[in-house]
Structure formats: structure tokens, C-alpha cells
């Protein structure tokens, strides 16, 4: 795995040493100082998505990020770089597995004019390669992975969120899936797409509820299972058939279309030989 070069980082221990309780090791929390970003960029097309868009959007309850294909549609994308949306500094770099995938997360610090300073976290899954690793700090604009499927679990896309709670990680399902945890990404972005910047502040790490920076995986020393990659013919041959359906149901509704227009003109016309028989028919004599 190819990786970009870490920046060397100023690390302040916010606990001094590994607490051992019960013959239990428990990793000690610590805060790393990052520069305050100077504004956001989407994560593909950067810096404005350009020849991409969003197939499915952020919806609370349901979809708490956005999907960015690229206009080919398929798999086109498979393999486009994937660009991080802001300066920051990298919480989460591993291969979850399950839906994830190759999983990046990289945590922000933001100074809106006139406002507190805010971190968030910014989320990019499905992911083919990751080109960065734990702590390392990234640039806005910079490369952090490439498109991917999830292992074949999906159409090539990636799956971008911006969220406040920096205790989510890559398990969610103990979190309230709404605004009080999460951005819709695009709006957040265009209200943030030029900050100041200029100064730094300690964000803290290792936050994600003892899911830490690596994987189940990697914890239990077993490797997920990797889902099978379609069949390229096989999807050819979806796609194929879902577009004749399309046609057909297409077909289906110009005719219903011209069926009701000929039959309003039938009507028209006998009513207008109705009308003209019954003023013929009131006419002196």
C-alpha cells in the first residue's frame, strides 16, 4: 500500500501513561494540534465535484452522507482519487470490512467568522485504496484513496459524510441518525468553502468509544471475508435489462397518452355535431 508522507506531528498527551486495571491494558486518550482549515472542497472533481454528482443524498434516518458517482455512471469511477475535503488530520485509516470497506476518517478544525471554533470529522467509504494512515496529517485537496466497491458490494462510489459527534467512528448504530449528529455535507460545505484559517488548536483522538484505530478484524486476528466482485458481463446484462424495461414502460405511457387524446377528440367532435344538429334544429322555419 502506497502511502503519502507523514508531516511530523505534535502529539500532547492529555492522559501520561497506559492505566492498567484488572490485568486490563487501556490505551490512554491524546489530542494532536492541527492547523485551523482555510475552507472546504468536495471529496471528487475537486475542488467542485465536476464530472461527478450525487446519486443519493444525505436523508436523516436513512442516509446520513452522500454518494458521488461519477457521469459514466457503472463503474466508471472505480478507481478515481478521492481528495480530502479540508486540512486535518487522519482518526481512522483501516479495512473495516461489512459495508465500510476501506474506511478514511480525517478530523477538522473550523473557525467560521465570528463563531467558535468547531471539529468535525469528515468520512469517506467504499474506498478501493487508502493512500494515508493514523495521525497523519493531510492537506485540503490532497489524495487520501481512490474510489472503490466495498469488496463488490456495490457500484463503484464514495460515500462521503460530515459529522459532529466525534465519538460515531465506523460503528453507528449506538448513535441518533439525524442533525444533531451529522451535516447534510453539501450544505455544509457551501458555507464553508472559504475560512480564514491561520492558527492551530489541540482536537482530540482516539474517540471512538474503544472501537479504536483498528478494525474488528484486526482485533480478533481474523480478516474479513471479501465479497465477490461481479461479473462484468453480468452487470452488463442488468444494466441492459433495466434499460429495456425503462423503454418499455416509457412506450407504455405514450401510447396511454395518444389513447386519451383520440379520445377527447372523439368527444369534441360528437359534441360538436350535437350542438350543431340541435341549433339546426331551433332554427326558424
Known sequence: MRYDSVIPLVRVLTAT??????????????????????????????????????????????????????????????????????????????????????????????????????????VYAHLDKRHVRL????????????????HGRY???????????????????????????????????????????????VVPVDTFNGQGPSSPAAAGGAKPVPVPVRDPREAAKAQEAARQRREAELDRIIKEHRRKVEESKDDDLDGFWDRLKTKLGNRPK
Not at 472542497?41 to 446520513?64: E, I, L, S, T, W
Open 135 to 150: 495521525y497523519q496529517m493531510v492537506k485540503r485537496g490532497q489524495s487520501v484513496g481512490t474510489i472503490g466497491t466495498a
Open 17 to 122: 501513561a497506559l492505566w492498567v486495571c484488572g490485568g486490563m491494558g487501556v490505551r490512554a486518550a491524546h489530542s494532536i494540534r492541527i492547523p485551523l482549515t482555510d475552507g472546504f472542497d468536495q471529496p471528487v472533481g475537486k475542488p467542485d465535484g465536476n464530472g461527478y454528482y450525487v446519486f443519493r443524498g444525505f436523508y436523516p434516518n436513512a442516509h446520513m452522507g452522500e454518494d458521488w458517482n461519477g457521469n459514466g455512471g457503472g463503474n466508471s469511477d472505480l478507481g478515481d482519487p478521492v481528495y480530502a475535503t479540508a486540512d486535518g488530520v487522519v482518526v481512522y485509516s483501516e479495512d473495516y470490512g461489512r459495508s465500510w470497506g476501506n474506511l478514511i476518517i480525517v478530523r477538522h478544525a473550523v473557525r467560521p467568522p465570528g463563531a467558535a471554533v468547531q471539529i468535525v470529522d469528515s
Open 155 to 201: 457500484a463503484a462510489h464514495l460515500h462521503f459524510e460530515i459529522r459532529k459527534n466525534l465519538q460515531i467512528g465506523p460503528n453507528q448504530t449506538s448513535f441518533a441518525r439525524d442533525y444533531t449528529n451529522y451535516f447534510s455535507p453539501r450544505q455544509f460545505i457551501s458555507q464553508r468553502r472559504q475560512l480564514g484559517g491561520g492558527g492551530a488548536v
